[in-house]
């Protein structure tokens, strides 16, 4: 009998997708559960984009493109780079693929070798794919910790120590899934101060959440002396014009971008040209429905994060950007005994009908750093309150008189 290889069966996830089918499987035998699982915004794409993409198959333009992209859609990517960061990049460096998703893997691949001790440094908790895909591609993969006493980020000092000569790529992502939290421009300089001391190491830039900020300012490694050759800036059309099923993201770094186009030649061959005219309306056209989105959200992250606090045993820090809160459970845990935030997860779901995500699926739990869940806040007003009431429910129903 043939087998499936070690790598095809070790292959990690988003657990947010297992998650999310054990939901809808509850949903369809008639459960009400409020869902809190899904990073994406629950708005239709804004009608000027839809509109683009209809004249784009009305027009024939749906035929195979360049496998960096329309030249179109790349200028527009490079305006809005300098727009958006203030930093000059030639739109020949700028390559499309299908979500900002497939960079993370074609990084790697284009920065490490296989099976050669190659070290990629990832922030941990932090979006599954990056450990997933570093062990993929037989890379060794190296967490670096983000702490709750620094708004969720980590320790400079622990980046210097993690670098070794075998380093060849650091990933960063802010603002980030899960937490929310944004790199502040002192730590960004640090972080920038320690890679000119380490020539050999690259820089993934996941700024897919750059324009959903609330607090604080985005700020790109990229406008630091002597990183933007280094850094591959990553972003796209998903989560700021909720186009998560268009399938557009862009990176630009000049080294990379040939070698990012050959990888796509070998996989996708491109990336849909519909979706492609679509975007350049996204990135070219009116702002005011992404506007008013970043606005809604701001609104529920503050709804969110001020019920959250009220519920007995979670204290939860306000997130500058992205649309997820990280609340610390820890005490919640103990109060109805539950081991630990999986645990309180499965409860809440089949005991309350709330869905919500556990640290355990963004990474291994950080020692001394306690229980975190995830709610992704892409969810109206009525369904937060109603959620989080379930919850202080359920947990002052659940609290073991001991424990009170
Ligand atoms: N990076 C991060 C941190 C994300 O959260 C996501 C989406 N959940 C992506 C990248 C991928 O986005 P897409 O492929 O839709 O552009």
Sequence with gaps: MPVVSQRARQLGTENAFVVLAEVNQLIRSGRDVVSFCIGQPDFPTPTNIQD???SAVRGGKHGYTPSAGINELREAVARDIQRTRGITVDP?????????????GY????????????EVIYPNPGFPIYESQIRANG?????????????????PQELADKITPRTKLLILNSPQNPTG???????????????RANEQVWVFADEIYGRLVYEGEFVSIATFPGMLERTIIADGCSKTWAMTGWRIGFAANR????????WITNTESCASQISQWAAVEALDGPQDDAKRMRDIFLQRRDLIVRLLNEVPGVTCQSPGGAFYAWPNV?????????????????????????????DIHFGPRVPGEGQHIRFSYAASNEAIEKGISRMAEFIRANTRRSAA
């Design 52 to 54: 683009a993409a209809v």
């Design 92 to 104: 020949a460096d700028v390559v499309v693929a299908a979500g900002a998703k497939p960079f993370i």
């Design 107 to 118: 990084t790697v691949l284009s920065v490490t070798d296989y099976g050669a001790g190659d």
């Design 139 to 155: 890379a060794v993969p190296v967490p670096i910790h983000l702490r709750e006493d620094r708004g969720f980020n980590f320790d």
């Design 181 to 195: 939290a944004i790199i502040p421009r002192d730590q960004m300089a640090a972080i920038a101060e320690i890679l």
């Design 255 to 262: 080294k990379l971008a040939p070698f990012f186009t050959t």
């Design 330 to 358: 820890t005490e919640a845990c103990r109060m109805i005994g539950a081991k630990d935030s999986e645990e309180l997860r499965a409860r809440l779901l089949h005991e309350a009908g709330v869905a919500v995500l556990a």
